[in-house]
């Protein structure tokens, strides 16, 4: 079974530039979620979807950072302008769904620094 | 909210060595608790988890017993090997008030685990 992809695995961008990260999850699974992890921390969850629509989005700064999930399957974040403080490794999972136990898993991650 | 403390790193040891990563957590509620490991160069992966109080869970010769009255959920091993050299996150999934969980994790600060030969 393939996991769950994302791309690109590395970016290197300017502050005020902007930048989209890509994620595939595995097949058939209805829940997306996009974590942010910052060295030395544990990752934090920035958007959640349920098939195409959003469950949760409290924690995303709206004012830079968007998300869509297309079709429920895909999905892309994308963060204009970018900031210092953006620098981070950005996480994608997925799970069967939301409700009763179902496990999550990880994307490799995409690495962003921002200079 | 929902928190989890996880005790500070880097953790050097031997192999073989006896091996407890303390893990707190504050939920309302009835959480889910979990314990993901990473692995140099690669994605987060689940551990063990546990879903309700006295709960224990294990795997790969790890494991984590969920207590209520202390709100903790350690991890242990008896004897590591050099391949378990990762970094360990402790997380919880919450729940609303009617019992259904949250989807979103939240992870304690991680912990940095080296064995040495």
């Known amino acids: 079974e393939a996991g769950v992809a994302q791309s690109p695995r590395y970016k290197i961008i300017e502050k005020r530039q902007s930048v989209a990260f890509w994620c595939n999850p595995i097949s058939g699974h209805a829940t997306l979620y996009w974590y942010q992890q910052i060295l030395g921390q544990g990752p934090k969850l920035l958007i959640q979807f349920q098939n195409n629509g959003v469950v949760d989005d409290s924690q995303l700064p709206k004012d830079r950072f968007s998300a869509e999930r297309l079709k429920g399957v895909d999905s892309t974040l994308k963060i204009q302008p970018a900031k210092l403080e953006d620098s981070a490794v950005y996480l994608c999972?997925?799970?069967?769904?939301?409700?009763?136990?179902?496990?999550?898993?990880f994307g490799p991650g995409t690495r962003l620094t921002v200079l | 909210g929902n928190s989890v403390t996880q005790m500070e790193g880097p953790v050097t040891l031997s192999e073989e060595a006896f091996l407890t990563i303390n893990c707190t957590y504050t939920?309302?509620?009835?959480?889910?608790l979990f314990w993901y490991v990473q692995y140099p160069g690669e994605g987060l992966q689940l551990l063990l988890k546990?879903?309700?109080?006295?709960d224990k869970g294990s795997n790969k010769g790890f494991e984590a017993t969920y207590r209520k009255e202390t709100t903790s959920f350690h991890l242990e091993k008896g004897s590591v090997q050099v391949s378990d050299s990762a970094v360990y996150f402790c997380a919880l999934r919450g729940t609303h008030a009617g019992g259904t969980s949250y989807g979103k994790l939240t992870f304690g600060q991680g912990t940095i685990l080296t064995v040495h030969p």
């Open positions: 999972a997925s799970s069967l769904q939301v409700e009763g136990y179902n496990e999550q898993f």
């Open positions: 546990a879903t309700k109080a006295d």
């Open positions: 939920a309302t509620g009835y959480p889910s």
